[in-house]
């Protein structure tokens, strides 16, 4: 337990360190630029591309369930992953909701080992597509890599291209919703760069997208800030448009998608309600499940 809680802390400290670093680096000022640009625009825009991405999501999550001959609704989907991404934007190492979607299904299926391995496969599926994608544009903006490494991009480009054509023959309907996904959380990620005044071609903001949520992904984060500032502040000082101006955007991405996943905070189905007892409710349950999530810090 002593070395599990040093090495969260480790975690929780490398992610406050890369967020200082970033806001030194990029400056105070990017912070205020960033919070004067979240509107109601942008807000809406952020809600709208996360309903989208969370629906692809819990679809993609109900095909591997179903398969693994797991029942389990889309609505219920929906509402479960819209509470999966609240935790994991406000707790950190950005797994704890995933946690909580894997125990909160394994109870209302009966099944707690397979629906942790229908959760883990959704996860790792959505990831590795994801950064396959990253890998195809990286070829697109040779000026994120040093110059020696260009022509190896675009080798690493079509080896992705051809992994990700593989993984869509094997399991079509999974790896299509996933592009969905990563397609609207990179639109909400341009949305907030332009909303702060960057205006390089949208290509180019695609690709910077996917290589800072691919950065945000990793698990050192701080309640969801840290990597995706710190990759955000590099991404954009390389292609030439500044440290502050990845760090602003950064920021707007993140406070807009806090506000879109806001839905997670409503109740989930009576199914997917945590276990009573056997005798009774006590009087000062606390959390559900908070023993079990925390192995998602180990």
Do not use: K
């Amino acid at each position: 337990m002593a070395a599990r809680a040093g090495r969260q802390a480790a975690r929780a400290l490398a992610g406050a360190l890369v967020l200082g670093v970033s806001l030194w680096w990029a400056g105070v000022g990017a912070v205020d630029r960033a919070l004067a640009a979240v509107d109601l625009r942008t807000a809406g825009v952020a809600v709208g591309c996360t309903a989208v991405a969370t629906v692809a999501s819990a679809w993609r999550w109900r095909l591997l369930a179903q398969r693994a001959g797991l029942e389990l609704g889309l609505g219920e989907a929906v509402r479960a992953y819209y509470r999966s991404q609240l935790l994991n934007a406000t707790l950190p190492f950005g797994i704890v909701g995933d946690v909580d979607r894997a125990v909160r299904h394994g109870h209302s299926a009966a099944r707690p080992r397979l629906a942790g391995c229908t959760v883990v496969a959704d996860r790792v599926l959505g990831q590795c597509v994801a950064l396959l994608l990253t890998g195809v544009g990286l070829a697109t903006v040779p000026t994120l890599l040093p110059g020696w490494l260009e022509p190896v991009s675009r080798w690493v480009a079509v080896a992705c291209l051809l992994a990700l054509l593989v993984l869509l023959a094997r399991a079509p309907l999974v790896v299509l919703a996933s592009i969905v996904v990563v397609g609207a959380h990179a639109s909400t990620f341009v949305v907030a760069a332009r909303a702060v005044g960057v205006q390089a071609p949208v290509g180019m903001l695609a690709t910077l997208a996917l290589v800072v949520l691919a950065g945000g992904s990793l698990p050192l984060n701080v309640a969801g800030w840290g990597p995706r500032e710190g990759v955000a502040a590099w991404a954009f000082a390389a292609v030439g448009l500044g440290a502050g101006a990845g760090v602003a955007a950064a920021v707007v991405h993140g406070v807009a998608t806090l506000v879109a996943v806001s839905p997670g905070l409503l109740p989930l189905p009576a199914r997917f309600a945590p276990p009573v007892p056997a005798g009774g409710p006590t009087t000062n349950p606390g959390p559900p499940y908070a023993g079990r999530a925390g192995l998602a810090h180990g």
